[in-house]
């Protein structure tokens, strides 16, 4: 049995705080940027905006139609002065069988309940997503680091083969390869610019900030933090069932299960009431009471046909059920994967690469300065360190992004 340790890792992509962040800057932390999206992210504010509209459509569902009220008169004739045999008023209301109505009511119950499973499953979505965003900026922002450090290794090397020219053991063939290596470095460093900016700004309209908020000197931490506990494999896969997208579809199966038995009360007659009073010309001394049944003659045609269609949308929710719970599972299956993968790699850049690869780089320069190795030994060195570095961070950058995707399926924070 496989377990999911979590340990106390930080992620310190750029080392020391930047000194950016040492001024007046606003500092956005991540705590701050999910609170702020849980507050205005519009496809949440969206579906708050649907529950407000579902959670009242039960006053439009009651079956009751609006009351009619008559006045009659009988027995009129041309006869001066007008006699009359009989004359009424009469209040009348209609609504559906009540068994019909409760059905309905059990529907939109159950469809709210399915909206705010919803809107839950959404606020989780949103947070994985801002924290996931917040991630990619602290990569990034490592990255524009790294590529700072490439630009200098690479102005360090042009320096070195720029000597070993003068004095007369290099060729120009090498200084000119070094000095466009150094140019590469340059674009390289825009590049990394580019993508911490574009991370910025998804960050920021996915939070749901106004354009007039997306600040540059908006700061952001430097490091993420997890909370040091262990969870089986297993345990994720548990929760399968009470996740709240699960209970979502869950609840709509069960709305249209009430739908189905809504339409089939369509057989049943609709009522019809009245009150009546009544003046035989002695004035309103007498009362009366009617009812009546509307009779579905037709629901062979009308109603039988709409049986079908609550039966077909009751099994295309049970099959979006299933679709959910197949998609949960394997969103599961995939980050704690990805998650006991990324670790492996961390532990073997902390335990052998690492030391390994600076030391390597450090001989290596050593020996091009004293003329013992070429330049292409020195470039593989190099290369050979900072990919080492670039591994190392992308899998440290995927151990939270897996981390954090875990969160929603586990119920708990593992990722601050």
Known sequence: MKRLVIPLLILSMLGSRPAAAQDDSPLLTLKEAVDIALKINPSIRKMEALIEGKAVEWKTATGLSDPEISYAREGISAIDPMPFSEQRFAIQQE????????????RILNEKQAREKELEALRREVTVKVKSYYAEIISAN????????????????????????????????????????????ENEQYEAERVFHEARYRLFNYMGLNPDEQRYDINFQDTLR??????????????????????????????????????????????????LAQDFGTGYHFRGLETGLRIPLWGLLTVDGEVKQAQSIQKQNLWEQKSIELTIKEKIELAWHGYDNSQVTIHLYQTQLRD??????????????LGQIDLLKLIEAQQLFLTSQEKYYDALRNYYLRLIELEQFVNQELVY
């Not at 390994?356 to 300065?369: G, I, N, V, W």
């Open 226 to 275: 997890t909370h040091n506990e262990l969870i089986e494999q297993e345990v994720a896969l548990y929760t399968l069932e009470s996740q709240p997208l699960y209970q979502s579809a869950k609840a709509l199966v069960t709305a249209s299960g009430f739908g189905i038995r809504e339409a089939r009360s369509g057989y049943l007659p609709d009522i019809r009431v009245g009150y």
């Open 356 to 369: 390994k690869s600076e030391k390597l780089l450090e001989l290596t320069r050593e020996a091009y300065r």
């Open 95 to 106: 609504f559906d069988f009540p068994l019909t109505t409760f059905y309905r009511l059990k």
């Open 142 to 185: 490592y990255y524009r680091k790294l590529r700072a450090d490439v630009y200098k290794l690479t102005q360090e090397l042009v320096g070195a083969v720029r000597l070993r020219v003068e004095s007369g053991v290099g060729t120009y063939i090498d200084q000119l390869s070094s000095e466009l290596r150094l140019t590469q470095a």
